[in-house]
């Protein structure tokens, strides 16, 4: 089993900038693709970036040129570092591995952004 230890949410102004840290248990970590989700009040979840095992990256669109995702193996830990951050970027932001089928959820950080 998997665990997923989500940190770094907040209330940040317009403009702001934020990391939020992921941990992952267990020693498979390396070998997995990572995702961010989020999901703002009354929308569904939506994905937001993902870094494979090689470190290849992909986001949405709306998040592109502002966030990074990064990953630190030997920390067995996911990053997303969000700047130029937006009131519409304020929702709940999840990690996700999937191994086998089935995925795995860190229990979610809540980010504000005030305008």
């Known amino acids: 089993q ?3 230890v989500v940190s770094g949410g907040g209330l940040v102004q317009a ?5 939020l840290s ?10 997995y693709t990572m995702r961010w989700y989020r999901q703002a009040p009354g929308k569904q979840r939506e994905l937001v970036a993902t870094i494979t095992s090689g470190r290849i990256t992909n986001y949405v669109d709306s998040v592109k040129g502002r966030s990074t995702i990064s990953r630190d193996n030997a920390k067995n ?4 570092q969000m700047n130029s951050l937006r009131p519409e970027d304020t929702a709940v932001y ?13 229990k979610g950080t809540l980010v504000t952004v005030s305008s």
Do not use: E, H, P
Not at 22 to 31: K, L, N, Q, T
Not at 77 to 80: A, D, F, G, K, S
């Open 22 to 31: 992921c941990a992952a248990s267990g020693r498979i970590f390396a070998f």
């Open 77 to 80: 830990t996911v990053y997303l």
């Open 94 to 106: 999840y990690c996700n591995l999937k191994k086998r089928d089935i995925d795995y959820w860190g």
């Open 15 to 19: 403009g702001g900038s934020l990391r």
């Open 2 to 4: 998997v665990q997923l």
